[in-house]
């Protein structure tokens, strides 16, 4: 059984920084592309940042420069580094993942419970 759990939501100021952290545990033979992603109240859910297994790394422009996505493929634990907050930055984030398990020939993809990141004064 594969599994990923993030951490590090909460609440901040405005301008403060967050970071989260996606850990993937189990029967895990291989991890491809890692991703995170948010959605807000009523709203659709969106892509934050992409990354591959070799750390190649995606955008959309409106999150280049004040967020920062990386992975430690040692520990199988993805990051979300978020500088600059903002309260439309308010949303939960997601943690997605494909990954390969020992017991299966192809790559599957998993989501994480998310976390709420909440930018208030």
């Known amino acids: 059984q594969v599994q990923l759990v993030e951490s590090g939501g909460g609440l901040v100021q405005p301008g403060g920084s967050l970071r989260l952290s996606c850990a993937a545990s189990g029967s895990i033979f291989s991890i491809g592309a890692m991703g995170w992603y948010r959605q807000a109240p009523g709203k659709q859910r969106e892509l934050v940042a992409t990354i591959t297994s070799g750390g190649s790394t995606n955008y959309p422009d409106s999150r280049k420069g004040r967020f920062t996505i990386s992975r430690d493929n040692a520990k199988n634990t993805l990051y979300l580094q978020m500088n600059n907050l903002k309260p439309e930055d308010t949303a939960v984030y997601y943690c997605?993942?494909?990954?390969?398990?020992?017991?299966?020939?192809?790559?599957?993809?998993?989501w994480g419970q998310g976390t709420q990141v909440t930018v208030s004064s």
């Open positions: 997605n993942a494909n990954i390969r398990a020992y017991e299966s020939g192809w790559y599957k993809g998993y």
